[in-house]
T-cell receptor, first 112, second 112 residues
Framework: DSGVTQTPKHLITATGQRVTLRCSPRSGDLSVYWYQQSLDQGLQFLIQYYNGEERAKGNILERFSAQQFPDLHSELNLSSLELGDSALYFC???????????FGSGTRLTVV | GEDVEQSLFLSVREGDSSVINCTYTDSSSTYLYWYKQEPGAGLQLLTYIFSNMDMKQDQRLTVLLNKKDKHLSLRIADTQTGDSAIYFCAEGSNNAGNMLTFGGGTRLMVKP
């Protein structure tokens, strides 16, 4: 157990639907990062939050949004889902520069 | 922007040494990391090296850094079938956001 908890582990939903992925960072970590991993695109950075504030944005679609709550857990909202959104979504957390990231085990999203 | 490149695939025989290579472009990189991803799992931090070091050894793992050429390598001695996984290198600088840039990953296949 890495200490980063992601729920649910698996999610199957239909095109056009909306889902919410949840992440609880490791205790003491203030930064949360969201990544998408698909077979053809590798590991793509989506967005970072630090202590409740958005810090950096990567290749995140407008249909996707995220937030970090006062208790530091984070949610990634994916709407108007398309088949191409099927992927593994990872959350990672870190405490300080140099410490690296601790990854959760991911949420596998399948859009049918 | 920053870029991290890795070869896609490496195949070795059990008991041989594996060397996975990585190049990066950001000269301000302070930390360089190696992560391992087994099938269906998240990324696990294997080891890291500070940019002011040339080498770091940790049991079967040896990390070599050539800062002049911006080249990083991971050597796995006595490679085992359990080492079969995808290996990602990542670079980061000493910034408050602790942003890491990941390579595309190298799939290591170990044949018995």
């Amino acid at each position: 157990d890495s200490g980063v908890t992601q729920t649910p582990k698996h999610l199957i939903t239909a095109t056009g639907q909306r889902v919410t992925l949840r992440c609880s960072p490791r205790s003491g970590d203030l930064s949360v990062y969201w990544y998408q991993q698909s077979l053809d695109q590798g590991l793509q950075f989506l967005i970072q939050y630090y202590n409740g504030e958005e810090r950096a944005k990567g290749n995140i679609l407008e249909r996707f949004s995220a937030q970090q709550f006062p208790d530091l857990h984070s949610e990634l909202n994916l709407s108007s889902l398309e088949l191409g959104d099927s992927a593994l979504y990872f959350c990672a957390s870190s405490v300080r520069p140099g410490a690296g990231y601790t990854f959760g085990s991911g949420t596998r999203l399948t859009v049918v | 922007g920053e870029d991290v490149e890795q070869s896609l695939f490496l195949s070795v025989r059990e008991g041989d040494s594996s060397v996975i290579n990585c190049t990066y472009t950001d000269s301000s990189s302070t930390y360089l990391y190696w992560y391992k991803q087994e099938p269906g799992a998240g990324l696990q931090l294997l080891t890291y090296i500070f940019s002011n070091m040339d080498m770091k050894q940790d049991q079967r793992l040896t990390v070599l850094l050539n800062k002049k050429d911006k080249h990083l390598s991971l050597r796995i001695a006595d490679t085992q079938t359990g080492d079969s996984a995808i290996y990602f290198c990542a670079e980061g600088s000493n910034n408050a956001g602790n942003m890491l840039t990941f390579g595309g990953g190298t799939r290591l296949m170990v044949k018995p």
